[in-house]
């Protein structure tokens, strides 16, 4: 089966916040993008709201349950109980856990699993007891140890940090030599019976060798790219660009 894609909104919530207008609407936007063909809505509503409001998360809620009860609602951020709320009154589909201090631009690493392995248990449980998917953030450096203390968790999912292959744009070696570790990382995750997504600087020119390595990708996270693309292509024709990228035959 393909990877599913679900359209990360930050990108467009931060180019809204540049001014007090609704525009352009992350709602209508994550409308178009569920109608061509995405998967889910991703966002990551960061304590400055910077970019994804608080407020944004009810009406997206709304949008998927009253107009695309199929697809599915994923909530990215650090485990803090201010978090951990929002997505009990939010109860998306999927959680996806990260390391990352509030203050960070973007996420940058994964759980080190050995020294925070413990402190995510109680809170994957907590989540799943809520009827949440937990997926945690892990670098892609093929570290199988590392896979199996994140198994213990309980999570359901490991995301792919697949930032460092998505900086090699400019250099095919490189990048070939960063796929191959996030496809023995994805590897070991299977062997332990964890699904496996992936998010960071994916692109349509990057995604159809990673898909290779790895078939069973169940899901990529994408904001950047393909806000950068919808730009140019108009955000229902990127979306579609982005599922053949994915392995879809449209």
Same mark, same amino acid.
């Given at each position: 089966?393909?990877?599913?894609?679900?359209?990360?909104?930050?990108?467009?919530?931060?180019?809204?916040?540049?001014?007090?207008?609704?525009?352009?609407?992350? +709602?209508?936007?994550? !409308? @178009?993008? &569920?109608? %061509?063909?995405?998967? /889910?809505?991703?966002?990551?509503?960061?304590?400055?709201?910077?970019?994804?409001?608080?407020?944004?998360?009810?009406?997206?809620?709304?949008?998927?349950?009253?107009?695309?009860?199929?697809?599915?609602?994923?909530?990215?951020?650090?485990?803090?109980?201010?978090?951990?709320?929002?997505?009990?009154?939010?109860?998306?589909?999927?959680?996806?856990?990260?390391?990352?201090?509030?203050?960070?631009?973007?996420?940058?690493?994964?759980?080190?699993?050995?020294?925070?392995?413990?402190?995510?248990?109680?809170?994957?449980?907590?989540?799943? +007891?809520?009827?949440? !998917? @937990?997926? &945690?953030? %892990?670098?892609?450096? /093929?570290?199988?140890?590392?896979?199996?203390?994140?198994?213990?968790?309980?999570?359901?999912?490991?995301?792919?940090?697949?930032?460092?292959?998505?900086?090699?744009?400019?250099?095919?070696?490189?990048?070939?030599?960063?796929?191959?570790?996030?496809?023995?990382?994805?590897?070991?995750?299977?062997?332990?019976?964890?699904?496996?997504?992936?998010?960071?600087?994916?692109?349509v020119a990057n995604l159809p060798a990673l898909v290779k390595r790895i078939p069973y990708l169940a899901e990529v996270s994408i904001?950047?790219?393909?806000?950068?693309?919808?730009?140019?292509?108009?955000?229902?024709?990127?979306?579609?660009?982005?599922?053949?990228?994915?392995?879809?035959?449209?």
């Open positions: 089966m393909p990877a599913k894609l679900s359209v990360n909104l930050n990108a467009v919530a931060m180019l809204r916040n540049r001014r007090d207008l609704p525009w352009p609407s992350v +709602a209508h936007l994550g !409308r @178009v993008a &569920l109608q %061509a063909g995405a998967y /889910g809505l991703t966002v990551h509503p960061r304590p400055d709201q910077r970019h994804i409001r608080f407020s944004d998360l009810p009406v997206l809620r709304a949008l998927i349950d009253d107009e695309f009860p199929q697809t599915e609602f994923n909530i990215e951020g650090y485990p803090s109980e201010d978090f951990l709320l929002l997505c009990e009154r939010t109860e998306p589909e999927q959680v996806t856990l990260v390391p990352d201090d509030p203050t960070q631009a973007t996420s940058d690493h994964g759980f080190n699993f050995r020294t925070q392995g413990e402190m995510l248990k109680p809170i994957v449980a907590r989540l799943k +007891a809520k009827g949440m !998917r @937990v997926s &945690l953030f %892990a670098d892609g450096d /093929g570290d199988e140890d590392a896979v199996k203390l994140a198994k213990a968790t309980g999570a359901d999912r490991i995301e792919l940090y697949t930032g460092p292959y998505g900086g090699c744009f400019d250099d095919p070696a490189k990048g070939r030599e960063q796929m191959e570790l996030l496809g023995r990382t994805a590897d070991a995750a299977k062997a332990e019976g964890l699904g496996v997504n992936a998010g960071h600087d994916l692109t904001g950047h790219g393909l806000t950068a693309d919808a730009l140019e292509f108009g955000m229902a024709e990127t979306v579609r660009r982005f599922r053949r990228a994915c392995g879809e035959a449209l």
